[in-house]
């Protein structure tokens, strides 16, 4: 097969590690920044051109997208959903995936658990707000952070309405949630491949931090994952329509609750923690289902 893998740098270790898979797997691999793409709109013959070059005749693509760059990652995307190259995110999944109220509201529609979210315009809500998800300490999530950026833990009244003003008055978009005491600092990742788990590991912040991401200095560890944890994590990730996933869960009193479904998931984290072979893992998923015009979306996110 001949895949791209979509991918700012090539020198990252997920793309590292892509890249070896498929020369492994022995297929051609070629690894294209989205930001040197452009794209040729015709009715007749939609084209995507790089570095003076057209991409043509390649079976799958690989998307590898940075949160910075999502608008222009959807439309290099859905450009090569209209060309009929098989994606292993679709566009309408990653759009869906990175707005994080979005997300929050399909997961909801679908019952799956989730920590008390809400959601407001105007900063004079801001007591409304705290109230509806029970009071602090809550957190204060920026809709466009990433890697536990933009991310705040507000333990009294006083500190969660003044965060809230200064978000406001950023005119930044954010979710005041729930904090889950219970979870103590720890978080699980579970990384889904079609319909299974392949593996899972439980994240804790360090001393004094309560965002465990590995990024901020947390640890990972293997965790084992109970049948309500599996399924909840399948579902998110099926309700996002991603083939490839992190959903990160909370283990609360009321069982699993969904944090994020993450669309492009680190795989150097899964892999030291659990030594799996995650990246063969996708190639393999990508050889089983990659066919000439098999996307659902069919360019239309």
């Known amino acids: 097969m001949k895949i791209a893998i979509l991918s700012r740098n090539r020198r990252l270790y997920s793309t590292r590690r892509l890249v070896e898979a498929c020369i492994k797997r022995g297929h051609e691999v070629r690894v294209i920044d989205i930001l040197k793409c452009y794209i040729d709109i015709a009715s007749a013959s939609p084209a995507i051109w790089y570095m003076g070059e057209q991409l043509e005749d390649f079976d799958a693509v690989i998307p590898r997208i940075g949160a910075s760059v999502t608008h222009y990652g959807l439309a290099v995307i859905r450009q090569f959903e209209m060309m009929g190259v098989y994606c292993l995110t679709e566009s309408i999944a990653l759009g869906r995936s990175r707005d994080k109220l979005r997300a929050l509201q399909l997961l909801s529609r679908k019952g799956i658990g989730l920590p ?3 959601f407001a ?5 801001a007591k409304e707000l705290i109230k509806l998800v029970g009071g602090t300490p809550l957190v204060l999530k920026l809709c466009e952070g990433t890697q536990g950026r933009g991310i705040v833990l507000a333990e009294t009244q006083k500190a969660a309405e003044s965060v809230i003003e200064a978000f406001r008055e950023l005119r930044a978009e954010f979710l005041v949630q729930e904090f889950i005491k219970e979870a103590n600092g720890s978080d699980v ?10 593996a899972s590991m439980e994240r804790t912040a360090q001393e004094g931090e309560f965002r465990s991401n590995l990024h901020r200095g947390g640890t990972a560890k293997v965790t084992k994952l109970t049948p309500n ?10 309700t996002m329509g991603l083939q490839v996933a992190g ?14 479904v993450n669309s492009s998931p680190g795989l150097e984290g899964i892999e030291g923690a659990t030594q799996k072979d995650i990246a063969d893992a996708i190639v393999e998923f990508v050889e089983e289902n990659a066919r000439p015009n098999a996307n659902k979306t069919r360019g239309k996110g």
């Open 116 to 118: 008390k979210t809400s």
């Open 121 to 125: 315009y105007n900063v004079h809500d």
């Open 189 to 198: 990742r579970c990384f889904v491949i079609g319909d299974k788990v392949v």
């Open 229 to 238: 944890e599996r399924r909840t994590a399948i579902k998110a990730a099926q």
């Open 247 to 260: 959903v990160d869960l909370l283990r609360s009193s009321r069982g699993p609750l969904v944090m994020e």
